[in-house]
Nanobody
Framework: QVQLVESGGGLVQAGGSLGLSCLTS????????VGWFRQAPGREREFVAA??????QIRYSDSVKGRFTISKLVNTVSLQLNSLKPEDTAVYYC????????????????????WGQGTQVTVSS
């Protein structure tokens, strides 16, 4: 069982920035493809960004492309949130799935096996 823990959420004004981090109980994200998702009140969970185990494949949702950046170190996956908007307010979740190929990446929540508890991001107008 792989446990994931997110950190870095908080309250920020529109136009501001936040940095989210995801750590794993495994101690390393090697052989894990990772995605970030978010869920706002009354809305379904939606894809934000994903990175393959090898780090060479990256995807963003259209709504965050150009503003958010996902990156991966051996033991941390980060999501940098810039130019934040009130509509970015949500609970942000880190998710992971084992990947032997190093290139696997998915934008679908159902493809991920492990999930963190989430971290709240609130953007005020």
């Amino acid at each position: 069982q792989v446990q994931l823990v997110e950190s870095g959420g908080g309250l920020v004004q529109a136009g501001g920035s936040l940095g989210l981090s995801c750590l794993t109980s495994r101690g390393t994200f090697s052989y894990l493809s990772v995605g970030w998702f978010r869920q706002a009140p009354g809305r379904e969970r939606e894809f934000v960004a994903a990175i393959s185990a090898g780090g060479g494949q990256i995807r963003y949702s259209d709504s965050v492309k150009g503003r958010f950046t996902i990156s991966k170190l051996v033991n941390t996956v980060s999501l940098q949130l810039n130019s934040l908007k009130p509509e970015d307010t949500a609970v942000y979740y880190c998710a992971a799935v084992p990947s032997d190929t190093g290139t696997y990446i998915s934008v679908r929540a159902e493809m991920y096996e492990y999930w963190g508890q989430g971290t709240q991001v609130t953007v005020s107008s």
